[in-house]
């Protein structure tokens, strides 16, 4: 167990709807990230929040939008959703926001369960 | 361009049969390179942090070396259990991103 937890574990919805997938970090991390991955495919990064600021943007659809509270949990929103969206969507957690000092340790992700999204 | 490639994307091995996956980066300037592990459906699992080259680290059957292009995870005598996805990261000085390669499917068979 990583100590990051993500809800709801699955979601199965229809195309043009909205969803919201949520995740808490590790006690005393303070940097979220977003992941999707598809089948076979890699883990892509979509966003890096660091204590509720955003810190980083990968390829993230305009469709997708994210931010994080002041209680350091995060929601990755997904709006008109289409058949490709489905995926695996991993948060991740790290106590600095990749900055730190070289062998600082600090930049290491911590990876949630997960939340299997299916969109029919 | 940060660039990651692993290899083999597969590899069957018998257990106990030794051997290495290879983690090939291209960064300007690394900050720290990666090793997960991950089991179907579930999130990778943390397993090393490299900083430096000739940096090793070493936990059970696992060892991670790096050195300036590459990263090794060699495994010795495996076990079916070690059956997984082994991934790379790398980050790079400059961005706050991480860059996954693809990764290595390992079955091993008893």
């Known amino acids: 167990d990583s100590g990051v937890t993500q809800t709801p574990k699955h979601l199965i919805t229809a195309t043009g709807q909205r969803v919201t997938l949520r995740c808490s970090p590790r006690?005393?991390?303070?940097?979220v990230y977003w992941y999707q991955q598809s089948l076979d495919q890699g883990l892509q990064f979509l966003i890096q929040?660091?204590?509720?600021?955003?810190?980083a943007k990968g390829n993230i659809l305009e469709r997708f939008s994210a931010q994080q509270f002041p209680d350091l949990h995060s929601e990755l929103n997904l709006s008109s959703l289409e058949l490709g969206d489905s995926a695996l969507y991993f948060c991740?957690?790290?106590?600095?926001?990749?900055?730190?000092?070289?062998?600082?340790?600090?930049?290491?992700?911590?990876f949630g369960p997960g939340t299997r999204l299916t969109v029919l | 361009e940060d660039q990651v490639t692993q290899s083999p994307e597969a590899l069957r091995l018998q257990e106990g049969e030794s051997s290495s996956l290879n983690c090939s980066y291209t960064?300007?300037?690394?900050?720290?390179l990666f090793w997960y592990r991950q089991d179907p459906g579930k999130g990778p699992e943390f397993l090393f942090t490299?900083?430096?080259a000739g940096e090793e680290k070493e936990k059970e059957r696992l060892k991670a070396t790096l050195t300036k292009k590459e990263s090794f995870l060699h495994i010795t005598a495996p076990k079916p259990e070690d059956s997984a996805t082994y991934l790379c990261?790398?980050?790079?000085?400059?961005?706050?991103?991480?860059?996954f390669g693809t990764g290595t499917r390992l079955k091993v068979l008893a």
């Open positions: 929040y660091y204590n509720g600021e955003e810190r």
């Open positions: 990261a790398v980050k790079s000085s400059g961005t706050y991103k991480y860059i």
């Open positions: 991740a957690s790290s106590v600095a926001p990749g900055t730190s000092g070289i062998g600082a340790h600090t930049d290491t992700q911590y």
């Open positions: 490299l900083y430096s």
């Open positions: 960064v300007s300037g690394l900050r720290g």
């Open positions: 006690s005393g991390d303070l940097s």
